[in-house]
């Protein structure tokens, strides 16, 4: 993203620590436009803040001690070989996820500093003038998609942890810390109530998105989006006829033309004052089980979708019994786009849904698994899914279609209940299955059950 538009947003973070204990009641001395965005909201100020929204929501998506990179580690996608940070193995794979450190603590502050800033927009739009109502919709439907795409993150990480899903609140404030179910409950919510405000936010928006929204940069073809990403939280419910009606208004397409990696993606550059993609370092190396476990096609060569996005490290790396020899392809340099959901995945996620779900509709399972199969990695088809080895194919090609891309071999495993499909590489490893929450958020709530439970079953 070359926009540098409300930077200053991005800085934000969530109250919930260090200034839960104080009473004093000053401004926001480190982003006085915040203030005075809910204060004196005008259409330029609210338009550059949905556009720093995006900024926000893309931080450590690339880099390499993010989001992409942890959860590809823990998923056993990947390796970091850095001398200068043992914890990529010693704490990730060997040990336990730390609340205090930058691994163990992270995936909270980031994400709740932009749904403060997401509640104060949505607050901002109450009293803005010159706006109609087709725009106001359109600036809420957009805000609350995204404010659902920043929670998930937090549960996705923190999982059966907790969750805090009331962050609006008084800046002295705590929201309390709520199960896992309550927090996909207000993700589902914020995303059907965006899609019925798209519904009514006319034909364009009144602020720019990111270049990886290119296609879906309409209120129509966003709510598109909202819908996609309706359909992934609806199979991590195990709502499978939810995913089912998400999944017709999405960009599911799954016709003889299409384009499988069109998407909404996460854009880089190396231009003064923005983010370049980090996943290039080359510290970062592909898991060794990839190869072992991939499928093989007709002539003996390997699944195309291993052979696209690995290949041979220039040298080996390894660091406390853990080595590789393997390099990532899928990123080639420091302005290559991430993707944050694409129509393979909703190929797949359909196809789930028609397994996995009542009744189970096993041929179209079929038909959609050998279209990704057969496009994607070149394989040939399959017979038929059955009862028996349909979680093994959702599985196997989740895993290689969205390989390295955000974690979902983690997700996915831990979901449907395959966490010993991970393995362990080493006598010391351990399978950390979600994050703590941070210190800082425990330091703030003494007492509270949810900050005694760690990252290990």
Known sequence: MTNKLLMALASLSLSTTALSACDYNIPDLNNPGLDDLENNPTPAKVSAAATG????????????????????????EAFVFDNADPRYTGELLAGTLSQGSPFGGAFWVSEYANIRNENILLRALDGVDGLSPEQLAGFRGFTHTIQALDLLEVVNTHDTNGVVIDAD??????????????????????????????????????????????????????RKFNRALRARVAIYNADY??????????????????????????????????TANSLVNPNIYAHPALVTDAQMKANAMPDNRLTSKVTTAKKPGSSQGHMSTLAFTLYTDPASPIPLIKNEELILIRAEARALGTPADLVGATADLNLV??????????????????????????????LFEGGHR??????????TDLPIDAPDDKLNVRYPLPRAECDAR?????CTLGSTN
């Open 410 to 419: 983690w997700i996915d495993t831990r979901r449907l209940n395959r966490l």
């Open 169 to 222: 609140t008084d800046i002295h404030e705590l929201g309390p810390i709520v199960e896992k179910a309550a927090g996909m409950a207000r993700i589902v919510k914020l995303l059907d109530d965006g899609a019925t405000e798209l519904n009514g936010a006319g034909d364009e928006f009144a602020f720019k998105l990111s270049p990886g929204f290119a296609g879906f940069d309409t209120p129509a073809d966003f």
């Open 446 to 450: 003494p007492g509270d059950e949810h």
């Open 53 to 76: 929204l995006l900024i926000q929501n893309r931080v450590a998506k690339g880099a390499e001690n993010g989001y992409v990179t942890q959860l590809g580690i823990l998923g056993r």
């Open 241 to 274: 006829a939810g995913a089912l009606a998400a999944l017709a208004e999405s960009f599911l397409d799954d016709t003889a033309t299409a384009d499988l990696q069109a998407g909404v993606y996460y854009v880089f550059g190396t231009a003064s004052g923005d």
């Open 373 to 402: 199969r057969t496009v994607s990695g070149g394989l040939a088809p399959i017979a038929t899914v059955t009862a028996v080895n349909a979680v093994d194919e959702i599985l196997y090609n989740r895993r290689y279609s969205l």
